[in-house]
């Protein structure tokens, strides 16, 4: 056993018996398809929170008190989102990637 698998050992109370499971957790991993989702984050109308959605998934949106809940809440709904078209055998959607999103400001007089 290499001295990096020892310290990642002793690090993760992992032993000798149980390392085996782990290898084998690790090789399922590599079986996993990835997706990607482009997400919106925006301000709620009232001011307190935002309100996430992806717009490859309609009516799929969440919420939260701060941007980093918000975030957490929509990958979350996301994967759900997409567990539930897997296990009926739907097409997951998968867009374009966004080109570009920007913010302008305009004066009038």
């Known amino acids: 056993m290499g001295l990096a698998a020892f310290f990642f050992l002793f690090l993760t109370g992992f032993t000798l018996t ?3 499971l782990y290898a ?7 079986d996993m398809k990835y ?3 482009e997400i919106v ?3 709620e ?5 935002y309100y996430a959605y992806s717009p ?3 009516g799929c949106f969440s ?9 957490r809440n929509i990958r979350e709904a996301i994967e759900l989102h997409i567990e539930s078209l897997a296990k ?3 097409e997951i959607p998968q867009a374009e990637k966004l080109v570009h999103v920007e913010e302008i400001s305009i004066g009038l007089p």
């Open 24 to 30: 084998m957790i690790i090789v399922e991993a590599k």
């Open 18 to 20: 149980n390392f085996g």
């Open 45 to 49: 109308d009232d001011g307190q929170g």
């Open 56 to 58: 490859t998934l309609p």
């Open 88 to 90: 009926r055998s739907q």
């Open 63 to 71: 919420n939260g008190p701060t941007i980093e809940d918000c975030r």
């Open 41 to 43: 984050i925006e301000k």
């Open 35 to 37: 997706y990607t989702f």
